[in-house]
């Protein structure tokens, strides 16, 4: 079973992408503009994205361009109505990794979909670093500088969510369903209880805050200046 993310904002279109890659067994979430797309891209450890190349907000080339930039290299296939050699080849060098043309077979679509699953990933970095703040996946161990961490294991999955997504805000939604895998219930204070047991044992006095609590919206860890 893969995880797809289908980011489509036709209703219809979307309707039939979901319901077909699901037949083959994946599990498949929606996003229905391009913005909502990138942050799901950011903050979901998907194995595939079928990206519309026209969408609200933000356009797919668009998307892909951020994704890139991010670093985020999950499989992108761009599906479009403009079947110009022109445009599939900007969807291409814009970070796309297959490209096809709407109207299309919902049997070529799981065929290319499988074809993208099927190359090799690149390997998942074991060994995550900011500033003087290194986590260790394999050995499941962290310190900062000379001091090392004692951290139980919802910590450690904590502090990975953070540091892999170094410099932007990640919300409370978005901790709660990575690191818990539930649904984001606003009338608990679970996040600020675990983020502030973290921070103590990241952020000792003397040494510069790595995490951050933006006001409103989640938190950030940012790499020291």
């Not at 904002?9 to 077909?20: G, P, R, Y």
């Not at 999950?74 to 060098?93: M, Y």
């Not at 290319?112 to 099927?118: A, E, G, I, N, T």
């Not at 290194?134 to 310190?143: F, I, Q, S, T, V």
Request: glycine fraction near 8%; hydrophobic fraction near 40%; proline fraction near 4%.
């Amino acid at each position: 079973m893969a995880k797809v993310l289908v980011v489509e904002d036709d209703d219809e279109t979307a309707h039939q992408l979901v319901a077909e890659l699901s037949r083959h067994g994946h599990l498949v979430e929606r996003a229905a503009d391009g913005l909502m797309g990138l942050d799901r891209a950011a903050a979901g450890s998907y194995d595939l994205i079928t990206l519309d190349r026209l969408l609200p907000g933000l356009d797919g080339l668009g998307v892909l361009e951020s994704m890139r930039r991010r670093g985020i290299s999950t499989p992108v296939l761009v599906l479009s109505a403009l079947g110009e050699v022109e445009e599939r080849v900007r969807g291409l060098r814009a970070g796309g990794d297959d490209y096809l043309t709407k109207p299309f077979a919902l049997a070529e679509l799981s065929a290319r979909v499988d074809s993208l699953l099927r190359r090799s990933p690149e390997p998942r970095q074991t060994l995550l670093r900011v500033g003087d703040l290194e986590l260790d996946l394999l050995a499941r161990r962290a310190r900062r500088g000379e001091r090392v961490l004692e951290l139980k294991p919802r910590e450690l999955l904590l502090l990975e969510f953070l540091m892999r997504n170094c410099g932007r805000t990640v919300t409370r939604t978005m901790l709660f369903e990575k690191v818990w895998n539930y649904h984001f219930d606003p009338r608990t204070n679970l996040i600020d209880v675990h983020i502030g047991r973290l921070r103590r044992k990241v952020d000792c006095p003397g040494e510069p805050a790595l995490i951050e609590t933006v006001r409103g919206t989640g938190f950030l860890l940012r790499a020291p200046v």
